[in-house]
């Protein structure tokens, strides 16, 4: 059979088109490791927890998942990484389609997932550096110098460099933290999920842990989505907000935007703390002054 040149060299050039698009576009917009949430749902025995949840995450920003207790943040988070399915909607990750595809494509995009899970949620009879190096012997084709190269790097840049020989037992929380970090990131991590990364911490402990995942989602330029409902959190580090009530997402900006922001439930969860009502009436006053 003659193989039909005009038409297929017409296809492939399409197919090139389309690619060198796709190719600009990621890269002129800084697209590249985008994450897409389309519409999802779910709900658990009749009782709905996600109503029809959007949102885009990008590259190289922290994307905070922000609500009280109870409003489906968790939830969602597990949808996007694959741990609950959701009963519609889809999830993308770089414009594949995640969700119910093919069990090695979900495999290659949870390869470039790196979790931080609420308690660190480290092996109790690893070492530290043996707890950063588990991903790489389970995931990686490196060699044991390699390995140990790169777990050296990851715990330098949390700033353990000194802290690979102990247990998890011999060190504080924060450590737990900076290790859980290290681990995350340690099979060169495009996407990276924390799940209330301050729970149990002091307040300055939880500072530091919010600028190193701040500062390592600009560095490797890796696509953060933090679920919190920290309100110092998303002053220090929300480059892109997203707040749910009751399984919905009400409001979506920056942290620039949303201590002005008119949606009643999310003035009450700001100014649900005297601090935060304290800080608004300082601003507010400030601007008199400087009206004067
Ligand atoms: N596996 C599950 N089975 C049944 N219900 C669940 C399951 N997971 C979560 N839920 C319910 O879904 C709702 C939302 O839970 P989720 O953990 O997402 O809340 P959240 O906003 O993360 O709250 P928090 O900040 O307290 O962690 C809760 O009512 C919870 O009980």
Redesign the pocket.
Known sequence: MPVDNGRLSVFLNIKQFNKLIYGLWTVDYGLKNMIEVHNIHKS??GAK?LNGINGVFESGKTSLLL??????????LQCIVGL?KPDIGSITYDGKVFTNNKLDLRQEIRRKIGMLFQGGALFDSMTVEENVEFPLRMQSSMTREERRDRVNFCLKRVGLENAGKKMPSEISGGMKKRVGIARAIAPNAKYLFCD?PNSGLDPLTSIKIDELIYEITKEFDITTVV?T?DMNSVMEIGDHIIY?YKGNKVWEGTKDDIMNTKIKELNEFIFASTLMRAAKKVDEELGDIQSI
């Open positions: 658990f025995n927890v609500g009280a207790s109870g409003t489906g943040k968790s939830v969602l609950i209330e679920v409902h749910m």
